[in-house]
């Protein structure tokens, strides 16, 4: 009887983990201000030209071959902090309450994001047993990821991770990152290869999300890949001598002719785009030499459009426009055809509900997310049948420091509305992914019928109004303004004092000086909030 009871044991530990051997891990490489078209990997299989003929990103390119790419992939908005919080929500950003990156209406509100579900929070709810992970940059409005849902985060700084800690390796105290690892690309590949390593030690399921601060400014790169680039762009131009490796912030930078300086920032910019590549590589290599490779869901995609040209599409970083939102994404995995294209529009607020359909969790979801399972197209790519959007995809975007424009692709076609004027734009994105023909005059249904759509979830959601940014914005200028008024009218009362020494009368002439320098800061900033919201200008 003994014997039985022992035998029964083991066949139920034998069974435990080869259903933990089974559930689904996932990474998401998450990059910064990278465009559509600044990799060497094509995001429409037949038009070459859509690859940057300059960059080498030759891990991309074998995570496109074995995986999918996405021709019509789209981030949550084209500045990072808003897109970051959509992703880890799985909404909108007109839902998640965080549309720019200096919020005034979430600040003012103050928008409560530990109340949300997040990815990390929803892996670990599935009660599968699995291990999160974040790693890079973060969201600023959500602070410590281990508040999240993250098991193992890098936040190991004062301030939570953030655009400082690519520039920077403690910015707090501006510590200057390493030569040899521009922009942490290869110590956060050390980071991740380090818990691939003890994942395949435990045999524990895991999601890890590795955020990279490339290709955000400031760039930098190893001088060896840069030497490359330059040599590559100094033998297209038929430059005898070569392009000089100097940057402007080099003491000798006088030295540098300024007809080349622009060639250096193409070669730096190239070369940091391969460093990035090669942290890729060195995680996607581990992730085969531990025998995770298999079971394990790798997604790739950036935050918002790049800065540079992402031609043909029009505009980049912080535009409405198809450079602005429509982002490189290919998706490698279980059952993932090889060199596969998925055309249907997606966005990256898709993943958490994705991840969530993958990992098999029975655990009800939010019934406020925007998100949709993907898992049909993956395993079928074109031929799966999507569910049903509540609407369309919806990007709100009434930033005060920008042009406001609210967009929304429902199908093949893109609405644009300019938030100062009300002017509508509508294009056939599918046939103009340059946006250059308006149809909103010859297609009047059906504009009359996206503004309808758009405007209900707006109102369902709580999308905050432009109106109320400029409002919001505008109070909190003012308040700085007088703030700044009574220090200074408070410092000039203290220097008519006879018994102050020479130190502390420099001491506050200097403060008095930095605060009046900040305050005529904050109404040059009052000046031009005016002034921009009376723009009618599209970029």
């Not at 009800?364 to 049948?385: Q, T």
């Not at 130190?503 to 005016?530: C, F, I, M, P, Y």
Request: with cysteine; aromatic share 8%; proline share 4%.
């Amino acid at each position: 009887m003994k014997s039985n009871s022992i035998l029964i044991l083991l066949l139920l530990v034998l069974r435990a983990q080869h259903s933990t051997a089974k559930e689904p891990n996932f990474v998401i490489i998450y990059a910064d201000d990278l465009g559509y078209t600044q990799t060497s990997v094509p995001m429409m299989k037949g038009r070459p030209e859509l690859a940057h003929k300059l960059h080498q990103t030759p891990n991309l390119e074998k995570l496109a071959q074995r995986g999918m790419r996405f021709s019509n992939a789209y981030c949550p908005s084209p500045v990072c902090t808003s897109s970051r919080a959509s992703i880890q929500f799985g909404m909108t950003t007109a839902r998640v309450g965080c549309v720019s990156i200096h919020d005034v209406v979430m600040n003012k509100k103050q928008v409560d994001f530990e109340k949300k579900l997040s990815i990390g929070e929803m892996m670990k709810e599935a009660d599968k047993g699995y291990v999160t992970a974040f790693f890079g940059k973060g969201c600023t409005p959500m602070h410590w990821f281990k508040d999240h849902g993250y098991d193992v985060t890098d936040f190991i700084h004062k301030h939570p991770n953030g655009n400082g800690h690519g520039d920077w390796w403690e910015p707090a105290d501006k510590t200057p990152i390493p030569l040899d690892d521009p922009k942490r690309v290869f110590s956060l590949a050390k980071t991740s290869v380090d818990f691939l390593k003890d994942r395949g030690n435990d045999k524990k399921p895991f999601y890890m999300m590795v955020s990279h601060y490339a290709v955000h400014v400031r760039n930098t790169s190893l001088k060896s890949t840069r030497e490359k680039y330059l040599k590559i762009l100094a033998k297209e131009r038929g430059i005898a001598g070569g392009v000089p490796d100097i940057s402007k912030s080099d003491q000798n930078a006088d030295e540098m002719p300024k007809k080349l300086q622009s060639l250096w920032e193409t070669a730096n910019y190239a070369a940091m785009m391969e460093n990035m590549d090669s942290s890729i590589g060195m995680v996607l290599d581990e992730l085969k030499a531990q025998g995770l490779e298999e079971n394990t869901y790798v997604i790739f995609s950036s935050d918002n459009g790049g800065g540079n040209s992402n031609a043909p599409l029009q505009g980049g970083k912080a535009k409405m426009w198809e450079g602005g939102l429509r982002i490189p994404m290919i998706v490698a995995g279980p059952g993932i055809a090889a060199n596969s294209q998925c055309d249907k529009p997606v966005a990256q607020w898709d993943y958490l509900t994705t991840m969530h359909d993958l990992a098999g969790s029975t655990v009800a979801l939010p019934d406020d997310l925007d998100g949709i399972s993907l898992r049909p197209v993956l395993e079928e790519g074109n031929d799966g049948k999507l569910a049903e959007r509540d609407t369309g995809l919806v990007f709100h975007f009434p930033a005060h420091y920008t042009v406001p424009i609210t967009s929304y692709r429902d199908g093949d076609f893109k609405l644009m509305r300019h938030l100062n004027t009300g002017e509508i734009k509508l294009f056939n994105v599918v046939d103009d992914m340059g946006e250059s023909s308006d149809l909103s005059k010859t297609m009047p249904e059906k504009t009359a019928e996206m503004v309808r759509k758009l405007d209900a979830y707006l109102e369902k959601v709580g999308a905050w109004k432009m109106e109320e940014v400029y409002a919001t914005r505008t109070e909190e200028l003012e308040k700085w303004i007088a703030d700044d008024e009574e220090k200074v009218a408070k410092i000039n009362q203290q220097l008519k004092a006879d018994s102050l020494d020479a130190w502390d009368r420099r001491k506050l002439q200097a403060e008095l000086k930095l605060v009046q320098s900040r305050q005529t800061h904050h109404r040059g900033n009052l000046e031009k909030l005016n002034q921009d919201r009376k723009s009618a200008s599209w970029f």
